[in-house]
């Protein structure tokens, strides 16, 4: 479920989580891993506002991949292609 | 064991046994009335048909007193005025030539109609009596839903499960979470569709259960259902979290189908409740038939299933 629903709220749909990896990205360029032992970390902690498993953050990856959010250096490391500034 | 049913659970009996009647007709009515009528009296013998000759039109009787049932359920029985006078007339000629002086006397007719408590012709009777002119000492007469649900009533409790299965209890529901799991996947392999999104205004719950007239047993399985409410949500938060939006659909086609399907009366609503519970099973046991109540508390809260209360407006001074 990319966007939001009557019973999605927004951080439990592709699009706010693809919000939460685009934070992660912001201190550099990522490998799929590091990204989801961040989500990962972010799911046991009580700030959480809702679980995500590593199926949805291949999905959110995939469709910020789609819109040109994210895009993969020649090391293979993910990172942010619009504001390239914040991830070299 | 004994089993003990109050008198919410024979509300509850009574419904199910409603649903059984309108989904089944043909051969599944016929089944459904033999094994009814078996339970009521072990001498009632089922006549299974026989290559060419059929049943020789006697769908099962009981021989000490001469009773014979002949059914007849097609789909919609109000089309069928023409077919049921000339289904009555050529079975009773076809019972009466074989099994009169073959087998015992005929004292009794019943012409078991499936009638979906709608009731029957008055063209029908006419041709009842000619038969009993005609033939001395047999009693003809129409045997519809009313009757059979009758009988089913007065079966003892545990024959009445038997049928139906558990009568589930409100005021045990408890949510197994290991099961959820089962349950949702069997849901939404059930239907597909996307359903419009419905924003409910006013999501009140006890006036909910008000305006959609849904009784006491059936709002007592609401209530209790919601108080599983938090564990559901702690359950959509590590699980399934878009499984989330395919149960509305799922739910809402259910609602839909059964509203469609069920004709209108004044229990209408616990009907189409029972039956969305009913369909919603992925098998029989108490702990599936939780998780379902579990899930329709929480899909009627947001106003996926039932109808939604207008929202109260201010009258205006010169109305």
Redesign the interface.
Known sequence: ?ILP????RIS?SLIGLGAYLLKYLNDGPKSVDQLWFKVGKQNETKKAF???GFD?VVLALNYLFIIGAIDINSEGLIYNAVNKTISK | MFVTLTADDLYIARKLFQLEIYKRNGQSYEDFFSKIMRLHNIDFIQIKPQGQFGDRKNDGFIKSTGQYYQVYAPENLSHKEKDTIEKLVTDFNGLYAYWNATVTPILEFNFVLNDKYQGTYPSLHPELTKIEGNHAGVKCKPFLSQHLEDIFLKLPHSNIEDVLGKIPTAEDISLNVSNLNEVIEYLISLKDGASP???PVNPDFEEKIVFNSLSSPAATFLRYGSYQDGALKDFF??NS??A??D??NTFSKLYKDAVQEIPDSDSKNDLVFFDIAKKAYPKQGKVYQDAVFVLMAYFFS?C?IFEEPPLKQQQTLFQ
């Open positions: 479920m629903s009557k019973h999605i439990e809702s679980y995500h949805n | 999104e419905n924003f938060k590590v979290t878009f989330k939006d149960l509305k947001y996926d």
